[in-house]
């Protein structure tokens, strides 16, 4: 068995972030028309080592995707000088069984979460948008900027927002060297949250809070926002104001409801409940359900994440790196 073992760098340089969103599109398309197998993702304790192993699993006919990402945390390996997060990708070959590919899985989430928060502001986030306000300056934050800026290359102004002001001036620094000839945006860091959402057309959370990070009554009308750091129940960054206000309310999966602090919160206080979310971006995508109406509606898009992304996006960078003749193949 030949297994072709690819890379961050191998990964960037074979799939652009158009062709990821494209990617996010056909598999939130497919998950939505029901034409895919995403069972939950299986969870192991591992105690003795203070750790946790999470299997991220599924199959989608139509993109050719079958596979599993495994992803794990171990709180102490910092101590060991190595990532917290591992996390590999598993591509198998669905005509065979065979396993097809190994990939670097923490590229591969940064690539495909950046991608579903392009894609739901590509569908929703009014089309001369101008300013960006990006909450949480993390590892996951270039992904979400590029993202945002490759479906709005229109925007002028980035600004970013972190707890740590530093974090947020570095990120506002690198953003500007990555970004120069390719985006016209400027990147601002601000130190208040009150700050970046004030004027912004576009807001996205990427961080690890367990409270809101933001006034949602500071969000001007028509603005478009992207809760995508609330991936657990404790977890949540989005303001009540905006989830029981909000004009309509989309989410990837509706693992969502389960998974996201910023919905089961106000379930549990009684002030929200599932009937109030307009439906899955897939739904958008498959012209079964409306996306923005108005230039006047606040739209709010959860995405915890899902498997589909995960075996459809690295099924596409499997096949390009193939093309391409990118990576090193393994025999078994
Ligand atoms: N939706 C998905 O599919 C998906 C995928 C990957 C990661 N995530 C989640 O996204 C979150 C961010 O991931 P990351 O890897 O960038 O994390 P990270 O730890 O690298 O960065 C988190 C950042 O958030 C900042 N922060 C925390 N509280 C804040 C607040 N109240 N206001 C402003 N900034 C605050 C921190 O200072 C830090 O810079 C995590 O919760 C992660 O699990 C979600």
Known sequence: MKILVLNEKDMRAVLTMEEAINADKDAL??????????????????????GQ????????????ALGVKIVSTYPDNIDKGIPSVPATMVLLNSETG????FMDGTYLTRVRTGAVAGLATDYLARKDSKIFAVIGTGGQAPGQIEAVLTVRPGIELVKVYDLNTERAKDMAAQMTELFKGRFAAKF???????????????????????????????VKKGAHI????????????IDEYIITHADKIYMDTPDALEESGDFIKPINKGIFSADRITGELGEVINGKIKGRESDDEITFFETTGSAVLDIVTAQRIY????EQGVGQFIEL
């Open 29 to 50: 398309s497919i998950y939505s028309a029901g034409e895919s197998n995403i069972p939950l993702r299986a969870n192991l304790d591992v105690p003795e080592h203070n």
């Open 53 to 64: 192993s999470l299997y991220m699993y599924g199959y989608a006919a139509k993109a050719n």
């Open 98 to 101: 065979e396993t097809s590919s």
């Open 188 to 218: 601002e860091a601000v130190t208040t949250s009150a700050d970046a959402v004030k004027d912004a057309d576009i807001i996205t959370t990427i961080t690890v809070a367990k409270d809101p990070v933001f006034d949602g009554k500071l």
């Open 226 to 237: 992207n809760g995508v750091g609330s991936y657990t129940p404790q977890l949540s960054e």
């Open 319 to 322: 096949e390009k790196a193939v």
